[in-house]
């Protein structure tokens, strides 16, 4: 059974930092595609930052330049460092994992967790 959970929320003001964490078990943080989404309160939630098995990363242009997705497969840990957080950037973070799908439709990802708030407030 693969379980996603991610921590490393809360609250941060705004130009500060954040790192989300994703632990996963039963999928190989090596092989598939995990991604973050966020649900931010009033939008539909969107995918930001995706890394395929070869470790090709993809960011929305939303935090291009502010958010670096990486991986340790050693930890099998999937994280999200957050720079530069912006107000617009509060909202639930989930990350996700398939193993054939690397997009950004989040219902194509079977794999999820139960989110993270961030909250960007000064």
């Known amino acids: 059974q693969v379980q996603l959970a991610e921590s490393g929320g809360g609250s941060v003001q705004p130009g500060g930092s954040l790192r989300l964490s994703c632990g996963a078990s039963?999928?190989?943080?090596?092989?598939?595609?995990k991604a973050w989404f966020r649900q931010v309160p009033g939008k539909e939630r969107e995918g930001i930052a995706r890394?395929?098995?070869?470790?090709?990363?993809t960011y929305a242009d939303s935090v291009s330049g502010r958010f670096t997705i990486s991986k340790d497969n050693a930890k099998n840990t999937l994280y999200l460092q957050m720079n530069m957080l912006k107000p617009e950037d509060t909202g639930m973070y989930y990350c996700?994992?398939?193993?054939?799908?690397?997009?950004?439709?989040?219902?194509?990802?079977?794999?999820r967790g139960q989110g993270t708030q961030v909250t960007v407030s000064s």
């Open positions: 039963g999928f190989s943080n090596s092989g598939g595609c």
């Open positions: 996700v994992a398939a193993n054939l799908y690397c997009g950004w439709l989040y219902d194509y990802y079977p794999y």
């Open positions: 890394i395929d098995r070869s470790g090709t990363t």
